[in-house]
């Protein structure tokens, strides 16, 4: 495999963030203050969530090419820079929640005006909480310099609607949405070649160690900027994604352990962080997703919620999962895109993400507390 085939196929891990959840939530209303007044969504985080960053951006890792968003009505089935076949959680959840429109992409020349108060979405392919994670790419845009990007709309929200109106609408009406940390490990830590320098020299606790104080560091930039209702989802089960397993040559059934195992490391620290900023923040209410379990669930009991399989690609080649080559114009494609868990070798289809979006909405404390997100919305 060529290393731009190698390049790109890697953009599988962010995957997993699944981030799921993260997403586009907001009230009804008008920007005036009315007690369930429109809010804005504040998106942050990797493939999971992108709606279309990548596509300015010279990069390996671009969703902007067919047959990505086939079933995206809001776009006539054409790519958007969508990694999937349809919407994102983000997207779902933020219609199920009364959004009128998808948060923009920052990097869109649309972002511009009015259109920000429904909120902006700044994830971007590849990206994480390392400065370093994704550079296989070329180029990406992580989480520091995402957050660059939110206080450029923040002071552009100020000129809007004034400083005080600015700050109430920030901290009571706007959502703030993470989906981050899965890159990390597969994009960086764990990548061939280019990060044998850092294993050689860190442990998994001392790599942990950097991306929990880094993301402590990203999350109080946030608050400080008037940041005050937060959904920040876990590292999935990334061992268990079609990529994963095709090169691999794991059975059906069968997962990556290595990954999966710095994931669980990796969000015990993260649910110990998010409880400590509960704690030390004051007004700001952070809601841990616990996409690990949720995905997990999917994938170990994909019969009961309706698929055909959790392993197999339903866009992509190679191997017996079509695992190795990403979604493309080349690519072979199932003729039943709602049976299938994975749209491509590494993110969830449509059908998949109404599931999770579900559970994220409306769901216990097994995979989102303290509150769901339909409660954090209301708070």
């Known amino acids: 495999m060529s ?11 962010e995957m997993l963030v699944l981030v799921f959840l993260i997403v586009n939530m907001s009230f009804y209303g008008s920007v005036d ?7 804005a969504s504040f998106i942050f985080g990797d493939s999971l969530v992108d709606a279309g960053n990548n596509n300015y951006l010279s990069t390996l890792s671009k969703a902007n090419i067919p047959p990505n968003g086939i079933d995206f009505k809001a776009s006539g089935g054409n790519p958007t820079g969508r990694y999937t ?12 929640l009364g959004q009128p429109n998808y948060a923009v992409p920052f990097l869109a020349p649309n972002a511009t005006g009015k259109t920000i108060l429904s ?8 990206g994480g909480i390392m400065n370093a994670t994704g550079r296989i790419f070329v180029n990406r845009i992580g989480m520091d310099v995402q957050i660059d990007y939110f206080s450029i709309t923040r002071k552009q929200i100020d000129k809007l609607l004034g400083e005080s109106k600015a700050k109430e609408y920030i901290m009571k009406k706007s959502i703030f949405s993470i989906t981050v940390g899965a890159n990390d490990f597969l994009n960086n830590y764990l990548l061939p070649v280019l990060s044998i320098g850092a294993r050689i020299s860190q442990s998994p606790d001392s790599f942990i160690d950097d991306m929990i104080t880094h993301f402590k560091a990203q999350l109080t930039r946030l608050y400080e900027m008037d940041g005050r209702k937060f959904v920040i989802g876990n590292v999935g089960p990334i061992g268990c994604i079609p990529y994963q397993k095709t090169i ?18 990796y969000n015990a ?7 400590e900023l509960n704690d030390n923040l004051p007004g700001a209410t952070f809601v841990l997703a616990n996409v690990y379990d949720l995905v997990s669930e999917l994938i170990k009991n994909y019969k009961k919620y309706g698929f055909s399989t959790a392993s197999r690609a339903c866009c992509g080649n190679g191997g017996q999962f079509a695992g190795i080559i990403p979604c493309g114009p080349t690519s072979s494609m199932c003729s039943d895109r709602y049976k299938h868990v994975f749209w491509d070798p590494y993110h969830p289809s449509e059908a998949a993400n109404l599931i999770l979006a579900k559970q994220l909405l409306d769901g216990d404390n097994r995979y989102i507390s303290p509150v769901n997100l339909r409660q954090l919305r209301d708070l």
């Open 3 to 13: 290393f731009s085939v190698a390049a790109m196929a890697f953009h599988c891990y």
């Open 33 to 39: 203050g009315e007690k369930n007044a429109l809010g």
């Open 85 to 96: 076949n349809g919407r994102t959680i983000g997207d779902i959840v933020g219609e199920e």
């Open 119 to 126: 909120g902006v979405n700044y994830a971007s392919g590849g």
């Open 248 to 265: 691999n040559q794991l059975n059906e059934d069968e997962c990556v352990d290595l990954a999966n195992k710095l994931a669980l490391q």
């Open 269 to 275: 620290r993260l649910k110990d962080l998010v409880a």
